[in-house]
């Protein structure tokens, strides 16, 4: 049987209905898959990376390259796990004040600023996830490296140690 609506008014449960479910599905979209695509989406190189200690150790570590525009804006975001011998080095071209910042990052870092001869100069351990926070360098530096927040105090990293890798002692071609 049909049934008349009052004049003026029309049934909005539907076109409700529908918006609600198109945005649950965008949000789903956006908390999962859009994190999961960025990550895939940028690939990077890997070389070993040594950190030559003061006290004379020398630590092994495996980083992946950050060289160019994109690969440095990118970095570390939407990970979820990292290794405690992994991380990521940063590659500036030439020495400058670098500043950093830990938007959309999910794990916690410790971060290595050096200068164009490998040398340790800044360090700032346990980065907050997501923060925007800016993380200065707070001198002329040509590298970051980025590592699992709690390695730099548990393997005694500190200023004047040194990093050593492939991209640290490539020549710099004109």
Excluded: C
Excluded at 5 to 34: E, N, Q, W
Excluded at 125 to 140: C, F, G, L, Q, V
């Amino acid at each position: 049987m049909f049934r008349a609506r009052p004049a003026g008014r029309t049934d909005m449960r539907g076109p409700i209905l529908f918006h609600a479910i198109r945005s649950a599905i965008l949000a789903l979209f956006f908390m999962v898959a859009l994190p999961a695509l960025a990550e895939e989406q940028m690939r990077f190189d890997k070389e070993p990376l040594l950190v030559q200690t003061a006290a004379g150790k020398v630590l092994h570590f495996t980083v992946e390259i950050a060289s160019t525009p994109d690969q440095r804006a990118h970095g570390l975001m939407f990970r979820k796990v990292m290794a405690d011998d992994a991380g990521m080095i940063f590659d500036f071209d030439e020495p400058r004040r670098v500043t950093m910042w830990m938007e959309n990052t999910i794990l916690p870092l410790d971060m290595l600023f050096a200068d164009d001869t490998g040398t340790i100069r800044h360090i700032k351990e346990n980065a907050t996830p997501y923060s925007r926070d800016i993380i200065d360098s707070m001198s002329p530096v040509k590298y970051v490296v980025e590592l699992s927040a709690g390695i730099v105090a548990k393997l005694g990293i500190k200023p004047g140690d040194r990093i050593v890798s492939a991209t640290t002692t490539k020549k710099k071609t004109k």
